[in-house]
């Protein structure tokens, strides 16, 4: 069965530090997202991306985070001054189209701020 | 305020009973619902989900009901199996209203004990 999958599976930054995780949707989906889960807490979306561009952004996503389809396979997230509040599991989402639910969640990279 | 909630944050169950996992949810215009079940160390796995112009919805071993008059989902889990230990998850959107991303309940730990 397809997959989403992400890289690294675990990123260590320095705060301040500029970071980028990435994602590869499953191939034929159209609708890209990334979400974030502070350890022990819930699941919270942070934008979706469309068409190459963004179609939804939650109040998390502020100028510090920007997204980008860089080619046909990669969907990136990019922390551009990482603080410690960073600190938590990225997933990234992949649907091919909205009414095709359900969002198909990759494993996750894990960032560690110091 | 938080859109989605669950009743408990562990469930424990003997392995072969059933078992039920809770959630309520706010937002009287949300009109997708979906199950999520998270293993330790990776990303939320899609379950079962429901559109709102439904009250019940099965799977294989699950089953998703929806109460839309006091605003509650629950997922049930027949014959539970050891495999079945995880954090489940309930989500929902408001596809009717644009919105894209998932709002997702805090979580329960459910055990199976052998």
């Known amino acids: 069965e397809p997959e989403v999958t992400q890289t690294p599976s675990h990123q260590v930054t320095q705060m301040g530090q500029e970071v980028i995780l990435r994602c590869v949707p499953i191939?034929?989906?159209?609708?890209f997202y990334w979400y974030r889960q502070i350890l022990g807490q819930k699941v919270e979306f942070l934008v979706s991306?469309?068409?190459?561009?963004?179609?939804?952004k939650s109040e998390i996503f502020d100028d510090q985070f920007s997204v980008e389809r860089p080619d046909g396979s990669n969907f990136t997230l990019k922390i551009r001054s990482t603080k410690l509040e960073d600190s938590a599991m990225y997933f990234c989402a992949s649907l091919f189209d909205r009414e095709s639910q359900p969002q198909h969640f990759g494993d996750g990279t894990r960032l560690s701020i110091l | 305020g938080e859109s989605v909630g669950l009743h408990l944050p562990t469930l424990s169950v003997q392995e072969g009973d059933n078992s039920i996992i809770n959630c309520a949810y706010s937002n009287s215009a949300s009109d997708y619902f979906i199950w999520y079940k998270q293993e330790s160390g990776k990303g939320p796995q899609f379950i079962i989900d429901?559109?709102?112009?439904?009250d019940k919805r099965q799977g294989q071993r699950v089953t998703v009901l929806l109460n839309k008059t006091v605003k509650h989902l629950s997922l049930q889990i027949a014959a539970t199996q050891p495999g079945d230990s995880a954090v489940y998850f309930c989500a929902e959107k408001n596809s009717g209203g644009g919105a894209d991303g998932l709002t997702f309940g805090k979580g329960t730990h459910l055990i199976i004990q052998p």
């Open positions: 429901i559109r709102s112009n439904m």
């Open positions: 991306f469309y068409n190459n561009e963004i179609s939804e």
């Open positions: 191939s034929n989906h159209l609708y």
